[in-house]
């Protein structure tokens, strides 16, 4: 019998999981038009611009940060969503089996989160953990699941 946290976990986890193959999806073929898209974000409202002219006071990365989370690069962002992708399939392969009671669900989620924070890494760098912070969440998930493994077989 699975309990009421496992199954609200599993129920989170399938959104999220959802969600992750959804966006990569979309960002993986068609990633011209993601790199094309603006940012409407935070505007300068131009304070301290009196340091922005004196380069040993401010460094400028025009990198994805989190300010501006799309890169500009469409290979780039097809590294990204590939990764985002796998990481979102191998999670949502390892919430199923849990949400069936499966211990191996635990494992091959735990491996899919591994994923989630290497591929990244390998792909683009390490400005990818600052876009890819949803592997974060899900390390906090692990650890949820971790105190439910005894309900699984």
Request: one cysteine or more; hydrophobic letters at 45%.
């Amino acid at each position: 019998m699975r309990s009421q946290f496992l199954t609200i976990l599993c129920v989170l986890s399938f959104l999220s999981c959802g969600w992750g193959l959804a966006e990569s999806g979309i960002a993986l073929f068609n990633p011209d038009r993601v790199a094309q898209t603006p940012y409407t974000g935070h505007k300068d409202t131009g304070a301290g611009e009196e340091d922005r002219l004196d380069p040993k006071n401010f460094y400028q990365d025009n990198s994805a940060n989190s300010d501006n989370p799309t890169p500009a690069d469409p290979g780039l962002v097809r590294r990204q969503s590939l990764a985002q992708f796998v990481y979102s399939l191998v999670t949502l392969i390892g919430v199923i089996l849990m949400f069936r009671l499966r211990r191996t669900g635990f494992y091959v989620y735990l491996a899919g989160v591994l994923l989630g924070i290497i591929m990244p890494i390998y792909f683009v760098g390490f400005a990818a953990l600052i876009t890819s912070f949803g592997v974060f969440g899900s390390v906090l998930f692990a650890v949820m699941y971790g105190f439910c493994l005894r309900e699984m077989k």
